[in-house]
């Protein structure tokens, strides 16, 4: 369902109290031995240093921005994202966003929900629904399948697919650490289909990235041209990302981003 990766989950983390802060040299000192402690150092993603293209984030060797490309949908898609997911230039959240320009992308934070968000779970021209497994039982009552989706179309609806995007854990974190969740019916993504992902290793084939999960919620929910177009995106930036991992250039487009360039009038 969403974004596999191997990190310390350090998101919402509680400050270490009883440390004393000395504000000449900036350090903190242990409160017991009085050794000062140096400052966490900032967190550094896998390639940091390569030379990235500004517009896609991609290594420049294999730019992604010639086969951007938007669609619009009868859903909207919602993104709850991790701290650290925005350090991570493999999230594939940000090609939703790409693909579909009314993509909302909201930073979660366990104590301070963001209120933009709040507003717009509030708003009844939307019908929001929480993208998760229904494998625990205390929440059983709130699973709904698909129909659901219909059902708010014909009741003049804008259904919004709310994807918790960080690693299992992470979100897991986020769906039991924020309140504001519990009113919303849970669905859970039922599929066949195996993930394409190259960047990260999955503890399982059957999760699909972020991108994955939005793509074929638009294709089961009706909005067809979306979900191809954003497949073709996933698999654009798949490919060019794996490639420049390992410092080669793409001399000829693949199928997927011959159909980009298509869809763009290229």
Same mark, same amino acid.
């Given at each position: 369902?969403?974004?596999?990766?191997? $990190?310390?989950?350090?998101?919402?983390?509680?400050?270490?109290?009883?440390?004393?802060?000395?504000?000449?040299?900036?350090l903190s000192h242990?409160?017991?031995?009085?050794?000062?402690?140096?400052? $966490?150092?900032?967190?550094?993603?896998?390639?940091?240093?390569?030379?990235?293209?500004?517009?896609?984030?991609?290594? %420049? +060797? #294999?730019?992604?921005?010639?086969? $951007?490309?938007?669609?619009?949908?009868?859903?909207?898609?919602?993104?709850?994202?991790?701290?650290?997911?925005?350090?991570?230039?493999? #999230?594939?959240?940000?090609?939703?966003?790409?693909?579909?320009?009314?993509?909302? %992308?909201?930073?979660?934070?366990?104590?301070?929900?963001?209120?933009?968000?709040?507003?717009?779970?509030?708003?009844?021209?939307?019908?929001?629904?929480?993208?998760?497994?229904?494998?625990?039982?205390?929440?059983?009552?709130?699973?709904?399948?698909?129909?659901?989706?219909?059902?708010?179309?014909?009741?003049?609806?804008?259904? %919004?697919?709310?994807?918790?995007?960080?690693?299992? &854990?992470? /979100?897991? &974190?986020?769906?039991?650490?924020?309140?504001? +969740?519990?009113?919303?019916? %849970?669905?859970?993504?039922?599929?066949? &289909?195996l993930t394409r992902?190259?960047? $990260?290793?999955?503890?399982?084939?059957?999760?699909?990235?972020?991108?994955?999960?939005?793509?074929?919620?638009?294709?089961?929910?009706?909005?067809?041209?979306?979900?191809?177009?954003?497949?073709?995106?996933?698999?654009?930036?798949?490919?060019?990302? /794996?490639?420049?991992?390992?410092?080669?250039?793409?001399?000829?487009?693949?199928?997927?981003?011959?159909?980009?360039?298509?869809?763009?009038?290229?």
């Amino acid at each position: 369902m969403l974004d596999e990766t191997y $990190r310390a989950d350090l998101g919402d983390r509680e400050p270490v109290t009883g440390l004393s802060h000395d504000p000449a040299t900036g350090l903190s000192h242990d409160p017991v031995t009085g050794h000062p402690r140096p400052p $966490r150092r900032e967190f550094k993603a896998r390639g940091s240093f390569t030379e990235r293209c500004p517009g896609c984030n991609l290594p %420049v +060797l #294999n730019c992604l921005c010639p086969y $951007r490309a938007s669609a619009e949908s009868k859903a909207r898609v919602w993104l709850i994202t991790h701290p650290l997911e925005h350090l991570k230039p493999t #999230n594939t959240g940000r090609l939703i966003r790409d693909v579909l320009p009314d993509t909302e %992308v909201f930073t979660w934070y366990r104590t301070a929900p963001d209120e933009r968000l709040l507003a717009l779970l509030d708003d009844p021209h939307f019908a929001p629904f929480v993208i998760f497994p229904d494998d625990q039982p205390d929440y059983a009552d709130r699973v709904v399948g698909m129909d659901a989706v219909e059902v708010a179309k014909h009741q003049g609806k804008v259904p %919004v697919f709310i994807l918790l995007d960080g690693t299992w &854990r992470q /979100a897991r &974190r986020i769906f039991r650490k924020s309140p504001y +969740l519990d009113r919303l019916p %849970v669905l859970p993504l039922a599929t066949t &289909r195996l993930t394409r992902y190259r960047l $990260r290793k999955p503890a399982s084939q059957s999760h699909l990235c972020t991108a994955e999960v939005a793509a074929e919620l638009l294709r089961q929910s009706g909005d067809g041209e979306a979900a191809h177009l954003l497949d073709d995106y996933f698999d654009a930036f798949n490919v060019s990302y /794996a490639a420049s991992r390992r410092y080669e250039k793409i001399e000829q487009p693949t199928p997927a981003m011959r159909r980009l360039l298509a869809y763009r009038g290229e």
